[in-house]
């Protein structure tokens, strides 16, 4: 079965800082990996995508992700955070008709 | 555009209490829907999704239960809450045979059973 694991339940940066948010996940078809983004008092939201081709994916507000097919990773990366960046940050694999997430990382940015 | 409604916002039942959770999708035919759980530190848990009307697939055995008695509405019920019930709970469409391009979430529903 499908499975998401989050490294890190709570991360705390400073502006300007460069961010990584570990995520490993199983699964044994077509991997489909999605990154989400729930900022507070706001609706979840896609922030970037993994189909096929490039395993480098860029996203919106400056988010990338990179597909390590041998680590079974997809971590989220940003080079310099903003205050504006504090949300939580859910990892998801697609399984058949249906996406499995992780418990999430919340993430706050020190002004 | 496709849309998503959920309602109400906030409940708040007492214990033993019915429950019926209400989503709706428009702009769209044959959607897959999905009910999903939040809680602090849990991340999303999938409730039950649904690939077209009456069938539904349940993921983890509780104390609710879904319907989906048309083409976009999907209901989440319980007969009787109980207070480990509370959370915040999402339902979610996706187009049928395409939930490799994600969801679109709807607005949530903070319920507490008190």
């Known amino acids: 079965a499908q499975s998401v694991s989050q490294h890190n339940h709570h991360v705390i940066l400073s502006e300007a800082a460069s961010l990584e948010l570990g995520c490993n996940y199983s699964y044994g078809g077509t991997v489909n990996l999605f990154w989400y983004v729930q900022y507070p008092g706001q609706h979840l939201q896609l922030l970037l995508k993994y189909f096929s081709g490039d395993p480098l994916v860029k996203g919106i507000k400056g988010f990338e992700a990179e597909f390590i097919k041998s680590k079974f990773s997809f971590n989220l990366r940003k080079p310099s955070v903003q205050w504006s960046d504090t949300a939580e940050y859910f990892c998801?694999?697609?399984?058949?008709?249906?996406?499995?997430f992780g418990k999430g990382t919340r993430l706050h940015i020190l002004p | 555009s496709q849309t998503i409604h959920q309602w109400p916002a906030t409940l708040v039942q007492p214990v033993g209490s019915p429950l019926s959770l209400e989503c709706t999708v428009e702009g769209t035919s044959n959607p897959n829907l999905y009910w999903y759980r939040q809680a602090a530190g849990r991340g999303l848990q999938l409730l039950f999704y649904s690939v077209g009307i009456g069938q539904i697939s349940s993921e983890v055995p509780q104390n609710l239960s879904a319907s989906r008695p048309q083409d976009r509405q999907f209901i989440l019920s319980s007969k009787k809450l109980l207070l480990s019930d509370s959370g915040f709970y999402l339902c979610?469409?996706?187009?049928?045979?395409?939930?490799?391009?994600?969801?679109?979430f709807g607005s949530g529903t903070r319920l507490t059973v008190v």
């Open positions: 979610a469409w996706s187009v049928r045979g395409g939930v490799n391009y994600g969801y679109t």
């Open positions: 998801a694999v697609r399984g058949v008709d249906k996406i499995i």
